[in-house]
T-cell receptor
Framework: QKEVEQNSGPLSVPEGAIASLNCTYS??????FFWYRQYSGKSPELIMF????GDKEDGRFTAQLNKASQYVSLLIRDSQPSDSATYLC????????????FGAGTTVTVRA | DVKVTQSSRYLVKRTGEKVFLECVQD?????MFWYRQDPGLGLRLIYF???????EKGDIPEGYSVSREKKERFSLILESASTNQTSMYLC????????????????FGPGTRLTVL
């Protein structure tokens, strides 16, 4: 079982719609959760982090964490063509809290 | 803003050459990381360092070594480049702990696309 799994893409949404990205993790003791955005040919850029159960909102982005279900999600509201990218979920494993385990990523395309 | 820079954006080397990839961060971060990213395989950790002269193997250290002589600089060395080391190499850094708080967010450099012929 992979440490971090993301829903397979690609995900295509119309402009203005909500894009929903999901991520599950295997280490029940994980404490920190991150979402990175990576444009084609570029390096990953941190867009959200969440440590506590519940929702965290930042502009059009909402991260949701449910530790009991070992599940973290990212919602992108009012999707824009500039949101077209690959989104990487990353989790800090309990056994080593300065490393990150990354998911394979979900590619999102926003159709104008 | 955290700034992580890498010495080259694109690099072409020949099989058997010794290759140095340099990474510098300007935010006094303790932790530094080297990843490679390949289509379908995602980000894979090669080595990381949590202090000057300290290093630890990641998931795929074979064929690589690292050096951290100064806190701001972390070098990745390919002792004898091979074609299967053609990849995008990403450096990242993160702040360690301050008091009781651990900071895990990693900040990435722009990447070096290495081609080994």
């Amino acid at each position: 079982q992979k440490e971090v799994e993301q829903n397979s893409g690609p995900l295509s949404v119309p402009e203005g719609a909500i894009a929903s990205l999901n991520c599950t993790y295997s280490d029940r003791g994980s404490q920190s959760f991150f979402w990175y955005r990576q444009y084609s040919g570029k390096s990953p850029e941190l867009i959200m982090f969440i440590y506590s159960n519940g929702d965290k909102e930042d502009g059009r982005f909402t991260a949701q964490l449910n530790k009991a279900s070992q599940y973290v999600s990212l919602l992108i509201r009012d999707s824009q063509p500039s949101d077209s990218a690959t989104y990487l979920c990353a989790v800090t494993p309990l056994r080593n809290d300065y490393k990150l385990s990354f998911g394979a990523g979900t590619t999102v395309t926003v159709r104008a | 803003d955290v700034k992580v820079t890498q010495s080259s954006r694109y690099l072409v080397k020949r099989t058997g050459e010794k290759v140095f990839l340099e990474c510098v961060q300007d935010m006094d971060h303790e932790n530094m990381f080297w990843y490679r990213q390949d289509p379908g395989l995602g980000l894979r950790l090669i080595y990381f360092s949590y202090d000057v002269k300290m290093k630890e193997k990641g998931d795929i250290p074979e064929g690589y070594s690292v050096s951290r002589e100064k806190k701001e600089r972390f070098s990745l060395i390919l002792e004898s480049a091979s074609t299967n080391q053609t990849s995008m190499y990403l450096c990242a850094s993160s702040l360690a702990s301050r008091g009781a708080i651990t900071y895990n967010e990693q900040f990435f450099g722009p990447g070096t696309r290495l081609t080994v012929l």
